[in-house]
């Protein structure tokens, strides 16, 4: 094998080798757009609502305002993210040591 078909890892000619890419910033910006959403969304259901308070899982109490909603679910949805994003992280170590 040649050096240039060595140091050509995209397997067409004519094309440099291929460049690897950080997926992060494109699932940081995501992970915001969710939680943005998921705050709008706590809003315009709560502003919509008539409700006092809001008893989630029966284990706490919550203000059934707006900007409570907002925060609600704003947190959850980040809660939720940062779980998944830590389970992908920590599961990509093990493939990545099997390699």
Do not use: H, K, Q
């Not at 094998?1 to 940081?28: K, Q």
């Not at 809001?54 to 939720?80: D, E, I, Q, R």
Request: charged share 10%.
């Amino acid at each position: 094998m040649s050096d240039d078909a060595a140091d050509d890892r995209s397997g067409m000619e004519g094309e440099g080798p291929a460049v690897e890419v950080s997926s992060r910033p494109y699932l940081i910006g995501t992970a915001a757009a969710v939680t943005v959403f998921a705050a709008a969304a706590g809003y315009v259901v709560a502003a919509n609502n008539a409700v006092g308070a809001v008893t989630v899982f029966g284990l706490v109490t919550l203000p059934g305002s707006p900007a409570a909603m907002a925060l609600y679910g704003a947190a959850l949805a980040t809660l939720v993210l940062v779980t998944l994003f830590g389970l992908v992280s920590v599961a990509s170590r093990y493939d990545d040591a099997a390699a």
